[in-house]
């Protein structure tokens, strides 16, 4: 694999018709391997999800049956984070294990086991998580200096009008700087300045390629959800009325309960790695369009 790291701007500009065709299109031609990949990652989060909040409502139990009397402790947050943490790094391995199946033709289900890290996972990790907490906090110090003048300037449309061009700010950022992720997962030398070298003027058509697939899941999104109510509402989810009702000892005692809850995790989990899937492909087409990315080998022609 190669790339003309030497350029000083994008090797090639972005097409926004071409972004979105990608997106899909990998994931339509391939999605068989799309659903290996995401077994074992969907398995291991629906286990923790189920585990987690068995963990959090115990104590619980133990002193109150109200939630509305719960007050999160010291251990709460600490699992909470814990869980994040471990989860983010589970779509890091689908990520750079999908990214080496398209780049190299690698198809490795035991890349995505969360007991089996390779190194490269453990880079992408890193590097993505360096940057998202960088950004963020370059976001939260602009957030800051800003917002004090817009609520005093300009009131409510004003200040929603700063909100919302820090937070496109700061995507555009990301957009433009994780381009070392897919590097990482296909072993290439690639600097956070190669990427931001990569993307000069391409900021609008990446943030445009994005927000374009973000509305067209929200349509699918409101679709699905309006479907899988009609559905649900013919079964007896008398164990989440108890939930709200502040009744936690019937629901976590509930001989269904776990497997339920588990089972729901599960599918809801494993859709939204399909879901994943397509931002992955158009984050892969931005960089290697952008990159001068070139396999030097014949590779199945998932992306040709």
């Known amino acids: ?59 619980v139990i133990n002193d109150t049956s109200s939630f509305n009397e719960f007050l999160p402790s010291i251990q709460v947050w600490l699992i909470q984070i814990a869980l994040m943490l471990v989860s983010f790094f ?28 390779e190194k490269r996972q453990l880079t992408a990790f890193a590097k993505a998580g360096g940057i998202i907490i960088s950004t963020y906090i370059l976001l939260a110090v602009a957030s800051f200096v800003a917002m004090p003048t817009a609520m005093s300037g300009g009131g409510g449309i004003f200040t929603f009008l700063v909100v919302l061009a820090l937070m496109i700010s700061w995507t555009i950022l990301l957009l433009r700087l994780l381009y070392v992720v897919p590097a990482a997962a296909l072993d ?47 079964f007896d989810f008398s164990i989440f009325e108890a ?26 989990v494993f859709i939204s790695f399909l879901f994943y899937t397509p931002y992955m492909n158009m ?16 590779i199945a022609e998932t992306f040709s």
């Open 188 to 234: 290439a030398p690639y600097s956070v300045k190669d990427s931001w070298r990569h993307t000069r003027s391409q900021s609008f058509r990446l943030f445009i390629s994005f927000f374009i697939l973000s509305v067209i899941y929200i349509i699918i999104t409101l679709v699905l959800t309006a479907i899988f109510a009609a559905l649900f509402s013919i």
């Open 1 to 59: 694999m190669s790339i003309l790291s030497e350029t000083h701007q994008a090797a090639e500009d972005l097409s926004i018709a071409e972004a979105l065709t990608q997106a899909f299109q990998l994931l339509f031609n391939n999605f068989t391997s799309a659903v290996k990949l995401a077994l074992f990652p969907a398995l291991t989060l629906a286990m923790m999800g189920t585990a987690s909040a068995y963990l959090i409502t115990l104590p």
């Open 283 to 298: 984050y892969l087409y931005c960089f290697k369009t952008n990159s001068g990315w070139q396999q030097q080998e014949n």
């Open 90 to 117: 589970i779509m890091t391995q689908y990520f750079t294990s999908w990214v080496r199946f398209l780049g190299k033709g690698e198809l490795n289900i035991k890349t995505t086991l969360l007991f089996f890290p």
């Open 243 to 268: 939930l709200a009702n502040g009744d936690l000892a019937t629901m976590t005692e509930s001989p269904n309960f776990i497997w339920m809850y588990f089972t729901f995790n599960l599918v809801t």
